[in-house]
């Protein structure tokens, strides 16, 4: 064979070699990523169903230890969680042995000590269910039963980056007044025959107090993190001016996502597609008011960003905020773990299972069927979205692989 055949063969072999690694053997890796994600989703969907019991059958730990140990730098708590009931439990019948002001912050809420020393978030009921929350997108009260909704929300996502929540009943006459701190008890009065206590934020007025009915109030309570994984604040990217006739840099300059990427902790690592995973999350509930977010300190840029306070969501069903959705559309970037979940959850999935999850719940029902309806509404508008940039720019550039390993020790 001549030298020149022997150059052109080889090369038809080289061809071959590269479009077989390329196309076969990557494809093969995908099709098995893909698969696990559909095993993933599967799992979750069996799991759905939390029973509040108090039984530990798998250990001798505490329900506050076992979800301590948990958390990790990129999940709150692990997929396979036997005893999510058993804490959820917890949190909503132990006994309060100290009641104080929540932390900083804008909206009323106390902070709660549990019996066995765990500190819990709790937040009043403020409307009913079917109130609309009119105005702009992150008007008014935080609403207790949102923060239930989007834990769970959270679970379908296979995110696992919101703190644990549940709801519960508590009597502020004989649970709360008793052990609570001086500063707490000093906002408490009588409004009719209701119990009421307005609180200490930058919102918190004697004039709009939140009330019991009777010496009952509904609301939700946080799991606290543990203070072993202190948290560190930033501000984020996307973040709304809260000004009126002054606009956010990212309203009005359409390359944003460029320069964003060129800043740390978003130029490197998995935080700006954790951006997107929020972005997606905050448009399903309908929550635009992300302004800041925490991650784990001394972190840089690996810890996951937590999904922290999202009180401030399912305020209007038909309102679809779409700006929520810039960190997407802007960056054109989404994880493939995140594309293939959301497809999975489309036709009436993601409703159903939403409503599944939260059956069990002690303020249950969670959520008004119109703002169930909207979640299946949005997540179409999500799909398209990605759609209209794997169009632009192809899915090889859209769609990114970034399965961060998860190791619980």
Known sequence: ????????????????????????????????????????????????????????????????????????????????????????????????????????????????????????????????????????????????????????????????????????????????????????????????????????????????????????MEGSVTLWLPDVWPLQKHRHPWGRTYREGKLARWEYDESYCDAVKKTSPYDSGPRLLDIIDTAIFDYLIGNADRHHYESFQDDEGASMLILLDNAKSFGNPALDERSILAPLYQCCIIRVSTWNRLNYLKNGVLKSALKTAMLHDPISPVLSDPHLDALDQRLLSILATVKQCTDQFGPDIVLVEDRMTLSHL
């Open 1 to 216: 064979m001549k030298l020149k055949q022997r150059v052109v063969l080889l090369a038809i072999l080289l061809v071959i070699f590269i479009f077989t690694k390329v196309f076969l053997i990557d494809n093969l890796d995908t099709s098995a990523a893909n698969r696990e994600d559909q095993r993933a989703f599967q799992r979750m969907l069996s799991g759905l169903r939390v029973v509040l019991d108090p039984r530990l059958e798998h250990t001798l730990q505490s329900p506050w230890e076992i979800a301590a140990q948990w958390v990790v730098p990129r999940e709150v708590y692990p997929e396979d969680t036997p005893e999510l009931g058993a804490v959820m439990h917890a949190m909503t019948t132990k006994k309060i042995v100290k009641a104080d002001v929540g932390y900083k912050g804008t909206q009323l809420k106390a902070l709660l000590i549990l019996e066995g020393g765990q500190k819990v978030v709790f937040k009043p009921k403020r409307y009913a269910r079917d109130y609309i929350v009119e105005g702009e997108p992150y008007a008014g009260y935080d609403r207790h039963n949102a923060e239930v909704a989007a834990f769970h929300l959270d679970r379908i996502l296979g995110f696992r980056r919101a703190p644990l929540v549940v709801g519960r009943f508590v009597n502020l006459r004989t649970e709360i007044k008793p052990v609570a701190t001086e500063q707490l008890l000093g906002t408490f009065m009588t409004v009719g025959n209701n119990t009421c206590f307005y609180g200490k934020c930058y919102y918190c007025r004697e004039t709009e107090p939140a009330c019991a009915d009777g010496d009952i």
